[in-house]
């Protein structure tokens, strides 16, 4: 779906997106750039700067205190 930008640099975000993002009236929405390229809209909080994604939130969570080297079989 396109959209035309207006003279202040808005455009009206299409209802099945303002739906799909739980947004209403008011609402903060945050807008990056991935690396393809493409702009990426998300509501504010959710996830963008200053938040971790969810592989970003786990590393570093393992409880298990071994190293590598520790892990790799025996010969005996």
């Known amino acids: ?5 207006t003279s202040k640099g808005q455009v009206t975000i ?3 997106v303002r739906d ?14 991935n690396a393809a390229g493409e702009v990426v809209v998300v509501r ?3 996830w963008g700067p200053g938040k971790q994604d969810r ?3 786990a590393l570093g969570r393992a409880d298990i205190p071994w ?3 520790q ?4 010969t005996k």
Do not use: C, D, Y
């Open 14 to 16: 299409p209802k099945h």
């Open 67 to 69: 190293r590598t080297n």
């Open 44 to 46: 504010a909080g959710a």
């Open 55 to 57: 592989f970003e939130r």
């Open 20 to 33: 799909a993002l739980g947004l209403t009236p008011g609402s903060s929405i945050e807008f990056t750039v």
């Open 1 to 5: 779906m396109a959209a035309k930008l």
């Open 71 to 74: 892990l790799q079989p025996s």
